[in-house]
């Protein structure tokens, strides 16, 4: 029989440790390697229906080149990923240089959004931060493509480099990982090349555009043609009004291109290139790029579907401004495209600064109510309708006769003067201002906002209400300066300031809080204010407040002593 000694016991024991650990690593290796795998972007319905990412092609450096044409959905059961890495050479690019990408979908044009990351860093990871080169390309169908450009920082470090390319239906922002609900998503492989050293005189080119005019929310690419590439080279564009030779560097714009968005004004830029090494440094020809009037910058919304075959137009669109001002445009039909520039055809409406508008809009299709209204205003005339911009989003029509009745209010902060208001109707289905719509129509217009110097009420409350008195507590705008009183009206019915029709009572009160009396019990009112400012200035009425007064019940009676 075998002894069994202290020592053989530890040599048990130590026998038992290993295999645990053995265990516990063929337990956790796979999940360190999957950890270290790049993520798989999901969608839970995925490219069947056509969301999908059915060409790309990079042209990289010299006759490199990517082109994956004409894929369909292939992504790996249904999934909507396909790590196509293998399939390819890793197309070369070097560090400094812009490359044309170019994308497109078999969906139909603009509901597909595309997004482009490169690895620089070799971490498994797509930084969304500094990773991100391509942002929300909106995709056309194929056989067209859409084109976007690929700026490699001049930073990026030599070698093979994960690149990924995804398509999100109608979505923007999204990253390179979390799941959607239909699109396509694409990987492959690019090879980041090493710069050779510069040495001697440098070239900085000729300073070129992809543009020679732009407008406020668009952007383009300054590149330069010749230029030296090389490492320790520097670049920096600078820029300057134009024809006023007063150069200046732009922050951040230190590759051999660089990408310029919300030009303001006609500029001049030029590109500096030094070479460390020798001390070489050369400035490039000038290149001008003018500025667009804000009239030739503005979108032309398009929809799949003509609204002559069923009528989902805006046929009718009233808006009664200041006084007698009013843009009436009434039983218009549907027009040729789906839209139509009706600004030359109005005198712009007057709106004041921080007051409320009646808008009357109507369809021609037989249930109204699936046609959803909107309007915008370009306040900051950049020749962008922003959502910040939306007065009025998504609310039911009428078939025309009736009308739909609404109101949209004028910010206290507009800027004054002419403005492009935009209408746009849309079948059962909210869009902004520009993306393609199902079926609708949209019609622009100019409004003329009015500076004011008095501003309503933050607020109202109503409180302590009884038989036949309340009391009203106004918050006061803070825009105001100096002594205020402040002007009301309890109505009946009508809105304030129409007339004595409805109107049951109407004052004005230099005390906050004041109090109202000489009610009829049990009536429903609506309590207006506006601020009065000097006796010749004054707002536009606040947004009404109820007062239901209570019943008729007897006073109480003091008994004798």
Known sequence: MKKITQFSKLNVRWISTKALMLLLLGLFLPIMQMQAQYCTPLYSSGCSSG???????LNGNGASVLSDLNTGCTSVNGTGYNDKTALFTPVDLLP???YTIQLNTNYSPGWEYASVWIDFNNDNVFDNSTEKLLVDLSLVT??????????????ATPGVRRMRVRVVYSSTGFDACSSYTWGETHDYNVNILALTPCSGTVNAGVATANVTSTCVGSSFVLSSTGVTYGGGVTYQWQRSPAGTNTFTNISGATNASHTITG???????????TCTNSNSTQTSTIVSVAQKPITDCYCTPTYT?????????????????EGTSVISDLNTGCSTGNYQNRTALFTPVNLLQDSSYPVQINTNYSSGQYVWA????????????ESTEQLLKDIPMVTSPGFLNVSILIPDTAPAGIHRMRVRANYSGTVDACAIGSWGETHDYNVNVIAITCFRPTNVLVTDITKNSAIITVTPNVKNTGSVSFAYEVRESGKPG???????????????????????????????VKTVCSPTDSSGWSNGENLNTLCNYPDLITAPG
């Open 305 to 321: 579907y003509s609204c002559s075959n069923t009528s989902e137009n805006i046929n009718s669109f009233i808006i009664n401004g």
């Open 374 to 385: 909107s309007i915008w205003i370009d306040f900051n005339d950049n020749g962008v309708f």
């Open 96 to 98: 400094g240089q812009t």
């Open 51 to 57: 969301d999908d990412l059915n060409s790309v092609v």
């Open 263 to 273: 030009q303001t004004a006609a500029t001049d830029y030029r590109l500096i290139v």
């Open 498 to 528: 129409s007339g004595s029709t409805g109107l049951a009572l109407s004052g004005t009160s230099t005390t906050n809080p004041f109090t109202i009396i000489g009610l009829q019990p049990l009536t429903k009112y609506t309590v207006y």
């Open 142 to 155: 194929s056989p067209a493509f859409s084109s976007g450009s690929l700026v490699i920082p001049l930073t």
